[in-house]
Nanobody
Framework: QVQLVESGGGLVQPGGSLRLSCAVP????????VAWYREAPGKRRELVAA???????DYADSVKGRFTISRDTDMITVDLQMDSLKPEDTALYYC??????????????WGQGTQVTVSS
């Protein structure tokens, strides 16, 4: 089964930055919207940001103005630049392709994710 591979997590102080990267199969990259999700302890997994093949972007209200999702056409990755990080951003971050728009179900099984911890 196909799983996307996430990388780039780590420990960062409040106000700091991290850049996550999601390796995507080429066909998926060309045809599907790819999204970043996160799951914090005791909370449901939520969609953080998504980008379509045409580069239309959507963000959760909680990260607007702080996170930027982008498509790297050389590396075939979908990246999430996270700035002005807050402790409430602490979570396991996952990426996945979507079957349709941002309300649709994920296309693949979930990968292992990458841990982001924001703490002083």
């Amino acid at each position: 089964q196909v799983q996307l591979v996430e990388s780039g997590g780590g420990l960062v102080q409040p106000g700091g930055s991290l850049r996550l990267s999601c390796a995507v199969p080429l066909v998926t990259f060309r045809l599907y919207t790819v999204a970043w999700y996160r799951e914090a302890p005791g909370k449901r997994r939520e969609l953080v940001a998504a980008v379509s093949p045409g580069n239309m972007q959507d963000y959760a209200d909680s990260v607007k103005g702080r996170f930027t999702i982008s498509r790297d056409t050389d590396m075939i990755t979908v990246d999430l630049q996270m700035d002005s990080l807050k402790p409430e951003d602490t979570a396991l971050y996952y990426c996945n392709a979507l079957r349709g728009d941002i309300r649709s179900a994920p296309l693949y099984t979930w990968g292992q994710g990458t841990q982001v911890t924001v703490s002083s």
